[in-house]
């Protein structure tokens, strides 16, 4: 029954955005390859989506190791079949001025937030390539655009917006199509853990006023799936952030 369904790879699939993508994605009708770290939390997410009349297998690896992307990705095919979607959610956060920016903190945020894109995308899209069929969204931020702060992160940010462009060239003759979702502030624990100070100063710096919320991070990843004329392309969810956005703070 699930054989029918075409395969959507979503990593960091275990939390947050990703999870929010993952659930989107098999109600729309896709068998979800859920990737993430954590074995337990992979296997809870499958669960929750069996249980609720989707489809999913899990897919345990760590994104920034090229050889277990790899070998998820056989593994994947072997037990699903063709992965027609791919979504780079994985990633993580990193917030230091410059004088606290070591290499270690630099190469650890680049090894996930960068080289884990190039990772997947590269093992993804062969087969796309072969088959003339495929589409792969990247999310990366508003913060490419700058803040402070985050300049690793900002750097990897930037870096998945350019491969995306890149690719969506270089893969248009096969028909695979290759986008970008940049959200702004979302609502999820990390957010709601901050002090009531703090986080009203930095939704001051949104002009819709409010963070967006995970769902309509997954909305934006599923218009894009189904919008057949878009590669290339960036679509923000960041409630006016990118047009316009007061610091919160200007300290570095
Ligand atoms: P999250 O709740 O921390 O979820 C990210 C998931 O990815 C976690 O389950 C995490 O596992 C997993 N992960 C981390 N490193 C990984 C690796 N090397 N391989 C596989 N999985 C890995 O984060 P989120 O807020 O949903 O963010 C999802 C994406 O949206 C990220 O790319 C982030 O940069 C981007 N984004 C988020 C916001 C926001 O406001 N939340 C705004 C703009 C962009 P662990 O928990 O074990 O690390």
Redesign the pocket.
């Given at each position: 029954m699930s054989e029918t369904r075409p395969v959507a790879l979503v990593?960091?699939?275990?939390?947050?955005?990703?999870?929010a993508i993952a659930r989107r994605l098999a109600a729309d009708g896709h068998l979800v390859a859920v990737?993430?770290?954590?074995e337990s939390?992979v296997a809870a997410m499958a669960g929750e989506i069996e249980a609720a009349g989707g489809s999913a297998i899990p897919a345990v690896?760590?994104?920034?190791d090229s050889a277990a992307v790899d070998a998820m990705f056989d593994a994947v095919e072997a037990a699903a079949g063709p992965v027609e979607v791919l979504v780079n959610?994985?990633?993580?956060?990193g917030n230091a001025a410059i004088r606290n920016v070591t290499d270690d903190f630099w190469e650890r945020v680049l090894s996930?937030?960068l080289h884990?894109v190039l990772y997947c995308t590269r093992r993804a899209v062969g087969p796309m390539r072969e088959r003339r069929s495929g589409s792969v969204v990247t999310?990366?931020?508003?913060?490419w655009l700058g803040w402070w702060g985050q300049s690793a992160?900002a750097a990897a940010?930037a870096g998945v917006v350019g491969m995306t462009r890149a690719l969506a060239l270089e893969l248009a003759s096969r028909n695979v199509r290759v986008n970008a979702v940049?959200?702004?502030?979302?609502d999820?624990?990390?957010?709601r853990d901050r002090d009531p100070e703090r986080l009203e100063r930095l939704l001051k710096s949104v002009p819709l006023g409010r963070?967006g919320r995970?769902e309509e991070?997954a909305a934006a990843v599923a218009f894009l799936l189904r919008s057949r004329a878009i590669t290339g392309q960036l679509l923000y969810v960041c409630g006016g952030k990118s047009v316009y956005a007061y610091p919160d703070w200007k300290d570095a």
């Open positions: 990593t960091g699939a275990g939390s947050g955005i990703g999870a990737n993430d770290l954590d939390r690896a760590d994104v920034s959610n994985a990633g993580i956060g996930v937030d884990g999310i990366s931020s508003r913060a992160y940010k940049a959200p702004g502030i979302i999820t624990p990390l957010l963070p995970v991070v």
